[in-house]
């Protein structure tokens, strides 16, 4: 079982959309959690760190379930520069690295 | 400002041969680490390194070396390429213990034929 899962999409959604990803993890150890982003051919870039009480940043809400292991993402009021690839990221208590996920590709459309 | 950087950004090579990837940081950043991405496996761990002269093993190590002589530099080595090593890399760095946010160099693709 992979140590974090996502529905790889692709998500295609309207320009004002709000679309909500989500991410699952395996090792209920796990500490720390991040959603990155990454552009075609670019590098990966932090998006947001995900805290246990849920944080929000502009348009983008992070949310946390321990009891159900899994890390939300809700984009509000889409933007067509919001189309990418977004990365749920896991470190776990113990482990010397983080643990990435295969990435949901979303593309707004105009 | 400070910026971590890889090369070459591109590179074919043949099998057989050895490979070295540059990644260079200017973060003053203890940790560094290599990842190859490939489609459907999203981004595997290769080495990584919490100082200098210190290296260790990730998920997909084998076939690859690592050598920490200085806090900006973690050169990756491929010491005989083989086509399954076809793939994009990046480095990446971050300071504190190991669970902070990490900034990823542009990646190098590298294809061996």
């Known amino acids: 079982r992979k140590e974090v899962e996502q529905d790889p999409g692709p998500f295609n959604v309207p320009e004002g959309a709000t679309v909500a990803f989500n991410c699952t993890y395996s090792?209920?150890?796990?500490?720390?959690f991040f959603w990155y982003r990454q552009d075609c051919r670019k590098e990966p870039k932090l998006l947001m760190s995900?805290?246990?009480s849920g944080n929000e940043d502009g348009r983008f809400t992070a949310q946390l379930n321990r009891a159900s292991q899994y890390i939300s993402l809700l984009i509000r009021d889409s933007k067509l520069s919001d189309s990418a690839t977004y990365l749920c990221?896991?470190?776990?208590?113990?482990?010397?690295?983080?643990?990435f996920g295969t990435g949901t590709r979303l593309t707004v459309i105009p | 400002d400070a910026e971590i950087t890889q090369s070459p950004r591109h590179k074919i090579t043949e099998t057989g041969r050895q490979v070295t990837l540059a990644c260079h940081q200017t973060?003053?950043?203890?940790?560094m680490f290599w990842y190859r991405q490939d489609l459907g496996h999203g981004l595997r761990l290769i080495h990584y390194?919490?100082?200098?002269?210190?290296?260790n093993k990730g998920e997909v190590s084998d076939g690859y070396s690592v050598s920490r002589s200085n806090t900006e530099d973690l050169p990756l080595t491929l010491e005989s390429a083989a086509s399954s090593q076809t793939s994009v890399y990046f480095c990446?760095?971050?300071?504190?213990?190991?669970?902070?946010?990490?900034?990823f160099g542009d990646g190098t693709r590298l294809s061996i034929l």
């Open positions: 990446a760095s971050s300071g504190g213990i190991s669970n902070q946010p990490q900034h």
């Open positions: 090792n209920s150890a796990s500490q720390s």
């Open positions: 995900v805290y246990s």
């Open positions: 990221v896991v470190h776990q208590t113990g482990a010397n690295n983080l643990f």
């Open positions: 973060w003053n950043h203890n940790n």
């Open positions: 390194s919490y100082g200098v002269q210190d290296t």
